[in-house]
Each structure stands twice: as structure tokens, then as C-alpha cells.
């Protein structure tokens, strides 16, 4: 049984571009992800969620083109807000689920070699592939420069060295970012991404 949604709002000082995404949008969401959570079990990642996230053509709208999305150029942060207000107002799991993927797939997309963003991205613009961020150990919270998980290189790789390592959704995900202090010698020098 669907639970019940109050008529919220629409936005009035959008441009007409952008109020047609917003609807758009939350049509999408009343129409075919509520219900989808409707029947979906609580507490636990929904990868028919996920996927219909990308088959409405909601999750696209989120990376360019030339990795599997719909956005011309970059990635636009206003779509992005667009996109998660106007799913909230109709299931706010439904946007957890989609802010999940962006949190999960935009580092790589801004700051991943090119081939590395390439075999991941369209993927998660098709809702195929869940990413996840790791988060070395709950003391940082989001002070990134307070994160005890170190990398040093390793041969050709690199060594991750944790106290303890949360991620969500672990076992569901197919890819997880880890933020890390990279080492050389003793001096922290910036916070790489590990996928």
C-alpha cells in the first residue's frame, strides 16, 4: 500500500528549461520510483531501484555524454539539485538512491584518469553498477585532513593502511572510494581517491 504524499510546491523562479526538468523529473518519481519503494524492503539498497534510476533516464542526466550520460559539456550541478529536489518531494528513498550514485561516481568522473572513468561511469549513468564512498574510520567524520588511513606506494600499486574501514551498502556495491593521506616519508602531502 503506498503510503500517503502531501501535494508539495513546485519551484516559481526556475527558467522555463528548468522548471521542464523539475517536472519532468517529479513525474518520474511519483509515477515510477515511488512505487517501485512502495515494494521494496526497508533498510537495504534496492538495485531495481538503482536500475530504474537509469532506464527513466534519471541518472544520465547526471554525467556528460562521453561517459554514457545525457548532460551536454560538464557536469551540472544545478541539474543535479534539480534532480534530487524534485525526486524527494514524490520518495525521498529514491533520492537517497540517486545521491548515492553521484556522491559514489563523481570523484571519479572529475579526478580519475581518463580510462579509469570510462570503464566505471557508464555504468553507473546506466544504474548497472552501484559505487560507494569508504569512509577509513568514524573519529574524522568529514575532516579529511584528520583521516588515519594512509597509502604508500607498493611495487606498481599502493599499500592502504586502515584502523577500520566503513562502507555502506559493502555488500552490494561493485566499486568503493576510500579518501586517504598519501605518504612520503612522514609528511601527508594531499588526499587521494582509491577505488
Excluded: K
Aim: proline letters at 10%; glycine letters at 10%; aromatic letters at 6%.
Amino acid at each position: 500500500m503506498s503510503a500517503w504524499r502531501p501535494e508539495l510546491p513546485r519551484p516559481t523562479t526556475l527558467s522555463p528549461p528548468e522548471l521542464a526538468l523539475y517536472d519532468d523529473a517529479r513525474r518520474v518519481a511519483r509515477e515510477q520510483l515511488a512505487p517501485a519503494v512502495d515494494h521494496s524492503s526497508p533498510g537495504r539498497l534496492d538495485r531495481n531501484l538503482i536500475r530504474l534510476l537509469g532506464e527513466t533516464g534519471l541518472l544520465p542526466r547526471l554525467f556528460p555524454e562521453s561517459h554514457g550520460g545525457t548532460q551536454p559539456g560538464e557536469v551540472s550541478a544545478m541539474v543535479l539539485c534539480l534532480l534530487r529536489e524534485a525526486v524527494a518531494t514524490e520518495s525521498p528513498e529514491a533520492e537517497t538512491a540517486l545521491a548515492v550514485q553521484g556522491l559514489g561516481a563523481y570523484p571519479i568522473l572529475q579526478s580519475a584518469q581518463p580510462q579509469v572513468a570510462q570503464r566505471w561511469i557508464p555504468g553507473v549513468a546506466a544504474g548497472e553498477i552501484v559505487p560507494a564512498f569508504a569512509l577509513p574510520e568514524p573519529g574524522a567524520g568529514s575532516d579529511a585532513a584528520a583521516l588515519l588511513l594512509r597509502a604508500e606506494p607498493d611495487g606498481e600499486g599502493w599499500r592502504l593502511t586502515a584502523v577500520g574501514l566503513v562502507v555502506g551498502f559493502a555488500l552490494a556495491v561493485v566499486l568503493a572510494l576510500a579518501l586517504s593521506r598519501l605518504l612520503y616519508g612522514l609528511n601527508p602531502v594531499n588526499l587521494p581517491v582509491f577505488g
